[in-house]
T-cell receptor
Framework: ELKVEQNPLFLSMQEGKNYTIYCNYS?????LYWYRQDPGKSLESLFV?????AVKQEGRLMASLDTKARLSTLHITAAVHDLSATYFC??????????FGAGTRLTVKP | SAVISQKPSRDICQRGTSLTIQCQVD?????MFWYRQQPGQSLTLIAT?????????ESGFVIDKFPISRPNLTFSTLTVSNMSPEDSSIYLC?????????FGPGTRLTVT
């Protein structure tokens, strides 16, 4: 059974600092997704990573995928308050078989 | 990406009753999915609903409790039957293409 582990589950950061969220998964997959969820809202797609070595950046967020290590990272650079949200990684060996990590609840403090 | 709407956006229901949630997509899609997100938790797939076939349920979810309809390529419903407080969750539908899934706004259900 595919297991997806995220850490940390809770992250409190100061504005301006850098940090990385990790996503490990247990079986082979070339598809990995990062989503953002604000309180009471649905999921917003951040990144779609479809191959080993894929790296994508959007603003202060950068995601990477190492399929051999079964590891993805979401790096936050110079955090700002607007980044406060819950971030989920999801692994999908097939697009119709998506499994989510537990989520990382990020709080960025002034 | 597809535009997805759900009705109702939220509801408060009494124990023992049923609620049907609708999911409407602005384009024809083959794959539709229903997820449950319990308070403070991650998303769990309930079932996959492909048009023209019976829904496929994940372990721990049964058709009697969560009947699903998929009458055409743009619409699906999920019914939460004989509700209990443990069914209080956000229910999300999503649609898939060859690369990813896109999520609807969700239905926030509270069972009292």
């Amino acid at each position: 059974e595919l297991k997806v582990e995220q850490n940390p589950l809770f992250l409190s950061m100061q504005e301006g600092k850098n940090y990385t969220i990790y996503c490990n998964y247990s079986t082979t997959s070339d598809r990995l997704y990062w989503y953002r969820q604000d309180p009471g809202k649905s999921l917003e797609s951040l990144f779609v990573l479809l191959s080993n070595g894929a790296v994508k950046q959007e603003g202060r967020l950068m995601a990477s995928l190492d399929t051999k290590a079964r590891l993805s990272t979401l790096h936050i650079t110079a955090a700002v308050h607007d980044l406060s949200a819950t971030y989920f990684c999801a692994v999908a060996p097939d697009v119709d078989d998506m499994r989510f990590g537990a989520g990382t609840r990020l709080t960025v403090k002034p | 990406s597809a535009v997805i709407s759900q009705k109702p956006s939220r509801d408060i229901c009494q124990r023992g009753t049923s609620l049907t949630i609708q999911c409407q997509v602005d384009s024809q899609v083959t794959m539709m999915f229903w997820y449950r997100q319990q308070p403070g938790q991650s998303l769990t797939l309930i079932a996959t609903a492909n048009q023209g076939s019976e829904a496929t349920y994940e372990s721990g979810f049964v058709i009697d409790k969560f009947p699903i309809s998929r009458p055409n390529l743009t619409f699906s419903t999920l019914t939460v039957s004989n509700m209990s407080p443990e069914d209080s969750s956000i229910y999300l539908c999503s649609v898939g293409d060859d690369y990813e899934q896109y999520f609807g706004p969700g239905t926030r259900l509270t069972v009292t």
